[in-house]
Structures are given as structure tokens and as C-alpha cells.
Nanobody
Framework: QVQLVESGGGLVQPGGSLRLSCVASGFNLDSYVIGWFRQAPGKEREGVSC????????YYADSVKGRFTISRDNAKNTAYLQMSSLKPEDTAVYYC??????????????????????WGKGTLVTVSS
């Protein structure tokens, strides 16, 4: 069964940290661009960060630049999002997604429009005191 499963969400105080994980099953993640997206209540989905197949290229939304770090471990078929200096406005459901890169489209462009092939069901991150 092909799926992406996120974990690591929870309740954290402002200024705290969390690490999200995204495990792929049923396919090899090393052939895919991976991204993290979030959606807060009443807001549109936002592309938080994406990373190329090798990990050499990445994109971050301005809202998380310098605070979040995306990474991947292809041997473990897993991607991560390390989140630090969390703010209440980071509260959202976080989703991971994957897409095979079929053109010269940039990682940034793919992240802004959303990845197309596979999506997880999401994990809730709540930042509150």
C-alpha cells in the first residue's frame, strides 16, 4: 500500500521545538521531491518547505526561514521537518507530500503550487502557552 505517514506533532509552548517525521511505504522516496505543507483553520494551505531528491536543493517559505530545517534520509525512506522558535502562528495541520520531478520546474515553484503524487493525512501542531 502506497502511503505517507506523518508523526511528531503535538502541543508545544512558544519558543519551543518539534521534529516532524514523514515515512513513506510502498514506494522509494529517493525518486521524489518531498515537501511539508500546513493549513491553519480558515486559511489556505501553505508550502512550508521542499527538498530535492538528493537533498542538495531546498526551499523555505519566508514565514519559516531560519527557524525550520527540512531533511531526508533516503535509506530510511523518511523525511523530517525540524521546527524551532515556534510561534502561535505556526499552529496548523502539517502534511508531507511527494512528487516525481518530471520537468525543469524549480523546487520553489513545485512547493508553492503543491506537490502532486502522494499526500499524507497530516499531524497537528499546536503552539500555545
Amino acid at each position: 500500500q502506497v502511503q505517507l505517514v506523518e508523526s511528531g506533532g503535538g502541543l508545544v509552548q512558544p519558543g519551543g521545538s518539534l521534529r516532524l517525521s514523514c515515512v513513506a511505504s510502498g514506494f522509494n522516496l529517493d525518486s521524489y521531491v518531498i515537501g511539508w505543507f500546513r493549513q491553519a483553520p480558515g486559511k489556505e494551505r501553505e508550502g512550508v518547505s521542499c527538498i530535492s531528491r538528493s537533498g542538495a536543493s531546498s526551499y523555505y517559505a519566508d514565514s519559516v526561514k531560519g527557524r525550520f530545517t527540512i531533511s531526508r534520509d533516503n535509506a530510511k525512506n523518511t523525511a523530517y521537518l525540524q521546527m524551532s522558535s515556534l510561534k502561535p502562528e505556526d499552529t496548523a495541520v502539517y502534511y508531507c507530500a511527494a512528487e516525481q520531478r518530471r520537468s525543469i520546474t524549480t523546487i520553489q515553484a513545485m512547493c508553492v503550487r503543491g506537490l502532486k503524487d502522494y499526500w499524507g493525512k497530516g499531524t497537528l501542531v499546536t503552539v500555545s502557552s
